[in-house]
């Protein structure tokens, strides 16, 4: 069982898809933990590295996903905690997918992905090795 922290950073008020995931996630056997609205990078890598976690899991729609998956990829490597993965989705224009991965972020996925994407690319990419994802 992989342990995920599905977040919302930033200012965007709108929860409804992180929830959806976050529980799709915990149904696929995953245990998850949802930080809520309105938090920072900061609260959000402590919370994974409080709980051990093995991915992070950001949902951005406010335009300001750049900013807010580069500033945690920063955290993570000041932490030296680089082995937690990150991905994410909400709206991200597709130019700034690859810039993203560049960065270190994992996957993007992009408004219409669904629960079954989202719950089929963690366990393709991290099922064989639970303890430590890929």
Same mark, same amino acid.
């Given at each position: 069982?992989?342990? &995920?922290?599905?977040?919302?950073?930033? +200012?965007?008020?709108? @929860?409804?898809?992180?929830?959806?995931? #976050?529980? =799709?996630?915990? @149904?696929?056997?995953?245990?998850?933990?949802?930080?809520?609205?309105?938090?920072?990078?900061?609260?959000?890598?402590? /919370?994974?590295?409080?709980?051990?976690?093995? +991915?992070?899991?950001?949902?951005?729609?406010?335009? =300001?996903?750049?900013?807010? $998956?580069?500033?945690?990829?920063? +955290?993570?490597?000041?932490? @030296?905690?680089?082995? &937690?993965?990150?991905?994410?989705?909400?709206?991200?224009?597709?130019? @700034?997918?690859?810039?993203?991965?560049?960065?270190?972020? #994992?996957? &993007? $996925?992009?408004?219409? #992905?669904?629960?079954?994407? &989202?719950?089929?690319?963690?366990?393709?990419?991290?099922?064989?090795?639970?303890? /430590?994802?890929?």
């Amino acid at each position: 069982m992989l342990r &995920i922290v599905v977040a919302k950073p930033g +200012l965007d008020g709108h @929860d409804r898809g992180a929830k959806v995931v #976050a529980r =799709a996630l915990r @149904d696929a056997g995953h245990e998850v933990v949802y930080t809520g609205l309105h938090q920072t990078p900061e609260q959000i890598v402590e /919370t994974a590295l409080q709980e051990d976690a093995d +991915l992070i899991g950001l949902s951005v729609l406010s335009g =300001a996903h750049m900013t807010l $998956f580069r500033r945690i990829i920063e +955290l993570l490597g000041e932490r @030296d905690a680089r082995d &937690i993965v990150v991905f994410g989705g909400g709206i991200v224009p597709e130019e @700034d997918v690859a810039p993203l991965q560049e960065l270190g972020v #994992a996957k &993007i $996925f992009t408004p219409g #992905a669904t629960t079954g994407e &989202i719950t089929g690319w963690v366990t393709e990419h991290f099922a064989d090795s639970p303890e /430590t994802p890929a």
